[in-house]
């Protein structure tokens, strides 16, 4: 049974910097993109970051273009987002999740399969 595990949150301080990881099984991972979303209290799951199932291109929202990064292993089966200058409003539950194809997409409804989330805590 295919699944997404994510690891790496945690409480940081505002400019800190968080590693989230996650490890997919029981499918092709090389084969699809992925992306990272994210959800705080009272909001909407929005786009954080995606990457094409090579790795070659990736998107990212806006709000997180030039603070964070992600990367995609595909012999580990491992897509990684990398946080830096971390900001209060950067708290949030993130998910990673992978894309119908090995294209990226900021659509929330074109990723099928999802993780179950690790909290991410900037404290000011």
């Known amino acids: 049974q295919a699944q997404l595990v994510e690891s790496g949150g945690g409480l940081v301080q505002a400019g800190g910097s968080l590693r989230l990881s996650c490890v997919a099984s029981?499918?092709?991972?090389?084969?699809?993109?992925m992306g990272w979303f994210r959800q705080a209290p009272g909001k909407d799951r929005e786009f954080v970051a995606g990457?094409?199932?090579?790795?070659?291109?990736?998107s990212y929202a806006d709000s997180v273009k030039g603070r964070f990064t992600i990367s995609k292993d595909n012999a580990k089966d491992t897509v990684y987002l990398q946080m830096t200058s971390l900001k209060p409003e950067d708290t949030a539950v993130y998910y990673c999740?992978?894309?119908?194809?090995?294209?990226?997409?900021?659509?929330?409804?074109?990723?099928?399969?999802w993780g179950q989330g690790t909290q991410v805590t900037v404290s000011s």
């Open positions: 999740a992978t894309g119908s194809t090995g294209v990226v997409r900021t659509s929330e409804s074109w990723y099928h399969q």
């Open positions: 029981g499918r092709t991972f090389s084969s699809y993109a």
């Open positions: 990457i094409s199932r090579s790795g070659g291109i990736t």
